[in-house]
Every structure is written in C-alpha cells, then in structure tokens.
C-alpha cells in the first residue's frame, strides 16, 4: 500500500483489500502471504480465509492521486499508474462481491488514472466486469501473469476474451521460456489470431485480433528465488520486437548470470567446483539444472540491486505507447 510505489512500472500501488491464495507455481515464493503470515500468522490466505478489506482512509488514496493528476501530467508529461492489487487478486471468487461492486465504482469515479489490473484468475474476468464495461473503460489495463508456457497457454485466452483498453502480461517470475505464438489459438474464439502490440490492431506481423499490447519481465527476488535463464528474456524481448508490443524489463532478481557456457568457455576447460560449493546454480534453457542440454548458464545469487535491470545492456522501460 505505498503511496509512491517501488514497482518499477507503477506510480502507485492500491490494495483495496488483503489476502488471497496461491494457485500456480509462479506464487510459490508470494511476497504478500509471507506479509501476511509475518504479521497476522497468514489469517488471510488459503481458500477459506477471510479477506480484510483496507481501511476508507486507505480508498480514499485514490481519490487523492486522481485530484493530483493535471500536477502530474505537467511534471511528467504522462498519466499516473495505478497497479491495483499488490497484496491480492481483484478478480479472486473468495471475496465478497460487494467489495469488488465498491472497487468498480471508485476505478470508474477516478478515471484520471490508467488503473492496471493483473490476476493469476484470467477465467474470472468476463463473469466480474461491471454491468456498464461495454469494449473495456479506457483508463483501465486488464493483465495476467504468464511465467511458463503452461501458464501463458492457460491465462493468455481468457485474457484475450475479455474487452480491454489495453491488455499486459506480467511474466515474471518467469520459470521457463514462453513462445506467444504457441499459445492454443482454440481456446480464444474460432478462426482467430492471437496478435501482439500496436494499438491500431493488427500488429508488427501483419496479424489483426485481440492483442498483447505490454510485457512485464522480472526474475524472481528473495531468499528462495528460482534463477531466470538470459535466453527467456531475451525471447521476450525480441518477440515484442517483432509485434510492436511494449517490453518492460524489470529485473534480474536475486541471481546474475555470470557465465554464458558458449561465449565463456566455448572449449568446457573450467573447472566449476569453487562455484558449485559457493551455491552457484547452473542452468540450462530447458530449465534444467546440470551441465548437459543447451545454452547453459551459470547464475549466481547476488542482491536484486547489484544485478540490477538491465537486458544486453539496456534498460528497457517501455510501456504502451499510446497510454502515456
Ligand atoms: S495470486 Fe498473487 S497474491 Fe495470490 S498467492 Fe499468487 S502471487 Fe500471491
């Protein structure tokens, strides 16, 4: 609930209410249930647990932002974001629905701001929109999570189905590597493309259809992070490239590739037992940990500010272009 958000790609977040449950391994590390245990002993996680909803003070913020919002767009020269929930999933069946009939109206009152909704319950979108939703309210940004193809094959339909102003995935933590195209097209409507980026609606690759206007790419943080392997990244980079879709990395997390097996040791002289006692992870594109398979990696653990944000060299802080 910060006023002035650390994420990277928001201005603020705003938790309308807490608690949740994990449902795919990309929550398998969540940030806000170990909160929640640290300072309740996990009263609001799990399916039966009772969500709390934040303080009016807390929903008043909102409003506060959007009276601010012609100050900000003069010293930014762009909206502010809002990531709306941090500390839950607004579109989770374990809370009262007269919660989420609240959040509607204070999103629709506060219209200054680009309100981005992400949840890991794509399924839940179209049945919870608001009667008055229609082709999706301009300053709201619907969003799932997609950190393997598993899960990009499972949310990214649901995602496509629903109306949106503009629609983001948030691959991170990314686990494994996505390929877009992949994603079963059957599951969306008949005779559909699935089509990335370019708000005009047919993308870099000529396809028209629901798009993909923004990827989130981040490794995961904290003391039991899984490494992400530069090669998942680099995909996703490069396949927004390709579709004019907006790319934003937002970090490495809690390991740094250190060693790339084919650039640096082309020949496999090194001798890797000092890494190996020192908790190196070695990792290949597959996923796996060992020296056979492709493009293996050595990633070592390090703090997420010294391994910092860069891809290849460059900070890729991209948003929807047409948003700003
Ligand atoms: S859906 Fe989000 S908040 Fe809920 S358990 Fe998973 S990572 Fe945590």
Redesign the pocket.
Known sequence: MAEQSKIEWTDHTFNPWEG?????P??DN????ARDVRFTGGAH?GPKAPRRRTSAQNWNKPRRWNAQAQAFHAAHGRRQRVFCA????VF?NAVDASWRDDLWALIRECDQLDWLLL???PQNIAKMLPPDWGNGWPHVWLGT?AGTQKSADQNIPHLLKAPAAVRFVSAEPLLGSIDFAAVPKEKISKNITICFGALTGVDGLGHSGPRIDWVICGGESGPNARPMHPDWARSLRNQCRAAGAAFFFKQWGSWAAEIDRDEDDPDWRANYSKAKRDGWAILNVEGGTGFHGDRVHLMKRVTKSAAGRSLDGQLLNEVPYGCL
């Open positions: 949740c449950q994990k449902v795919a990309e929550c969540c940030y806000a249930e996680w941090s500390l839950a999933d989770d949840t890991k319950r999570s």
